[in-house]
C-alpha cells in the first residue's frame, strides 16, 4: 500500500498567517492527489483534486502543488473559517490511502 | 448536485453485522463511483472500498477483505456498505462519498456519516 504522511500533525498559527502542510507520497502517485477540509462532527469538503486543482467554490486562498512524492497545501492568508483538519488522499494505486490528518489551531 | 443521504446510526454488539445505506439523488445513477471511508473516535480516515454503479464491480481495501460488501440498488439508487463480523475496533463513523470523473476525478459530494457502535 502506498502510505501518506502529513507534515505536521498538528500547526498553531493566527489569522492572515500563511500555512503550509506537507503530504509525501511512499512511492511515485504522479498528481493523483486530493486535499479535503474538516471540521469536528462534519463530512471532509473537497478542496483540491489532481494536486493543484481548486474545487470549484474553494476560496482562492487555497492552494496545492507538487508531483510524484511530494505535495503541498497552502492557505496564503488564514481565516477564522480555516481552523480544521486537513487530510491528503492519493488516487493513484488501490488501496486509496489517506495521510494521517493535520489539524491547523488558533495560536 | 448530487446529494447522499446515509441511515441512522447502530449499535451492534461483538460478531453481528451492519449495514449502511446512502442513497444518492440528483443526479445520473449510473455516472460515477462510490467510495466509502471510516473514521475512527478522533482518529483520520481510512478507505474502505469504492464500487462501481454501472455493474457493481467493487475493489475492497486488503484490511477489509472477506469481512466488507459494497453493493448498490438500482431501483432505488441506493448503495449499501455491509460489514461483518464486527468488533469494537470497527466502531466509527461511515461515509460514502460520491466518485464522479468527468475528464478529472474527485470526491465532491460526501454523506452526513453513520455513527456505528460495536459494543457487548
Known amino acids: 500500500d502506498i502510505q501518506m504522511t502529513q507534515s505536521p500533525s498538528t500547526l498553531s498559527a493566527s489569522v492572515g498567517d500563511r500555512v503550509t502542510i506537507t503530504c509525501r507520497a511512499s512511492?511515485?502517485?504522479?498528481?493523483?492527489l486530493a486535499w479535503y477540509q474538516q471540521k469536528p462532527g462534519k463530512a471532509p469538503n473537497l478542496l483540491i483534486y489532481k494536486a493543484s486543482s481548486l474545487y470549484s467554490g474553494v476560496p482562492s486562498r487555497f492552494s496545492g502543488s507538487g508531483s510524484e512524492t511530494e505535495f503541498t497545501l497552502t492557505i496564503s492568508s488564514l481565516q477564522p473559517d480555516d481552523f480544521a483538519t486537513y487530510y491528503c488522499?492519493?488516487?493513484?494505486?488501490?488501496?486509496?490511502?489517506f495521510g494521517q490528518g493535520t489539524k491547523v489551531e488558533i495560536k | 448536485q448530487v446529494q447522499l443521504v446515509q441511515s441512522g446510526a447502530e449499535v451492534k454488539k461483538p460478531g453481528a453485522s451492519v449495514k449502511v445505506s446512502c442513497k444518492a439523488s440528483g443526479s445520473t445513477f449510473t455516472n460515477y463511483y462510490i467510495q466509502w471511508v471510516r473514521q475512527a473516535p478522533g482518529q483520520g480516515l481510512e478507505w474502505m472500498g469504492i464500487i462501481n454503479p454501472s455493474g457493481g464491480s467493487s475493489t475492497y481495501a486488503q484490511k477489509f477483505q472477506g469481512r466488507v460488501t459494497m453493493t448498490r440498488d438500482t431501483s432505488t439508487t441506493t448503495f449499501y456498505m455491509e460489514l461483518r463480523g464486527l468488533r469494537s475496533e470497527d466502531s466509527a463513523v461511515y461515509y460514502c462519498?460520491?466518485?464522479?470523473?468527468?475528464?478529472?476525478?474527485?470526491?465532491?459530494?460526501w454523506g452526513q456519516g453513520t455513527q456505528v457502535t460495536v459494543s457487548s
Open positions: 462519498a460520491r466518485w464522479v470523473c468527468g475528464g478529472d476525478c474527485y470526491s465532491d459530494s
Open positions: 488522499q492519493q488516487y493513484s494505486t488501490y488501496p486509496w490511502t
Open positions: 512511492q511515485n502517485i504522479d498528481t493523483w
